[in-house]
């Protein structure tokens, strides 16, 4: 069980997180989309075994280019069948050739003789609903009765890439203590302190204008400065937009002119303390793939230090399992909290999901 996060709540939101199941806020979001790898590791005629929260899932593409993702466990003898067969139809079990269609019917028991009654139709494998979108393919691991509920989007990238760079590392961390990190403006002058990407060490006072949006919330386009080298690629003063939606998405989206880069970070559980963080950079100018050589190495240090900071943060939690939220600068930590909260009673009462934050001012150092 991941430790309990204890934090400030404000008085509002009490008697709701009261009357939800009490496991639930330390639990990643049930039902939504979760990053589960890029959509070109998903080969025709090939499949691709994932953790995702816990639960064993075997990807693959059929022959028609459907992607499709299902238990990886045989319910004969509990074999993955990410181990077996695929042609493009079916798989098929190692252990006794038992073979399911990509919407998870078995299809064959080929150890059943003539005089056998059995009806093996009946029997299925555990589908789990899987979209590919920004270049990534989503997984819904939810288990629990449809019933229409309004899950955040998926993200889409909004203009047609002429590059992009993916760097992806497994974090030993909680999924909520890591999606912290794509909200929390704070840690980036001490814990990302580059000469590539933070050329001046001093602290300066940030002022930004944060709007909730579906699912989330987002710090309103803005001209930015041109100091750091990533920006000056672009020219003049790109306007910086960066969106935090659930269940642990955020987007950042540069404008220069014509000119785009979107950044985008997702995190997934795989289990109750291990994470996946994946970061996407993605361009529209061809003339920037030449710098691709230099722009990966440089993206996986980025990453690489969030992974550490996060990996030794969650060990000083699994020691005493408190924080304390302080300061306009953790404000958004505690609007992830928030809308989480808000999401699991929309859920549990069957109605809309309500944004409960309102348009804000903050500042902060950095």
Known sequence: MPPTLRMPVPSEGRDDEAALDPDAMRQPLPDAWYCVGRSDSLKAGAVRAVELNGEQIVLGRDADGAPFALRDRCPHRG???SKGRFDGASLTCPFHGWRFG??????????????????????????????????????????GPVTGADRPALPELGFIAAGSLVVELVVEASFD???????????????????????????????????????????TSHATTTSSPIYKLLGGAPAVEIEFRLPGVRLERIEAGTKRVANYTFATPLTHNRTMLTNALYWNMPALNLLKPLAYPLMRQFLTQDQQVLQHAQAGLDRKPTMVLFGQGDLPSQWYFRLKREALAAARDGRAFHNPLARQELRWRS
């Open 79 to 81: 074999m993955a069948l």
């Open 177 to 219: 203590l890591t999606t912290l990190s794509l909200v929390d403006p704070g840690h980036v002058a001490f814990v990302h302190d580059s000469w590539w990407f933070r050329p001046s060490k001093a602290l300066r006072e940030k002022v930004k204008t944060f709007t909730p949006t579906p699912h989330g919330f987002t710090m």
């Open 102 to 143: 990509t919407d998870g019917r078995c299809r064959d028991v080929p150890t059943l003789s003539s005089s056998d009654a059995a009806d093996f139709s009946k029997i299925a494998v555990q589908r789990f609903p899987i979209q590919e979108s920004a270049g990534f393919a989503w997984v819904n691991p939810y288990l």
